[in-house]
């Protein structure tokens, strides 16, 4: 009698145990696919407020753009601090743009710029987007 009952609960246990990993790995998936939709929405916010932008300054977390159209003199910062992608406009209150970063690096090429993210998943995304940059 104690030995069933001793191999009910093992068996309890053990079918909790494999319940949990389940639960475990479904959620690290849908994690994954939340921040790939994250980061591919934030691409296509990002690209869209360049279009008309040219790039002004850069730094590894930071780029500041300028608007193409003279009559438009903002300035825009756009930052990672603090596990953000965050969008200023003249160093005034922010947007944040994209969360959950853990590494962010823009790179200037000649066509644009280059953006390498780690996000909370612990995967590194890539892309580049065209951006003119100021005459000389």
């Known amino acids: 009698m104690e030995a069933t009952f001793a191999l009910m609960v093992n068996t309890m246990v ?24 994250e980061w591919h929405l934030f691409l296509i916010q990002l690209e869209h407020e360049l279009e008309d932008e040219l790039l002004v300054q850069k730094a590894s977390t930071t780029i500041r753009t300028k608007s193409i159209h003279q009559a438009d003199t903002a300035a825009y910062t756009y930052e990672f601090r603090i596990n953000k992608v965050l969008r200023y406009k003249n160093g005034e209150g922010y947007h944040p743009m994209l969360l959950h970063v853990k590494a ?11 953006i390498q993210a780690t996000l909370s998943d612990d995967q590194t995304r890539r892309a580049h987007l065209i951006l003119p940059k100021v005459p000389i």
Do not use: F, H, P
Request: glycine fraction near 8%; avoid cysteine.
């Open 104 to 114: 962010l690096k823009y790179e200037v090429t000649n066509e644009g710029i280059s």
């Open 14 to 37: 053990l079918l909790l145990m494999v319940g949990g990993m389940e639960v475990i790995r479904t959620s690290n998936s849908q994690m994954e696919k939340t921040q790939d939709a």
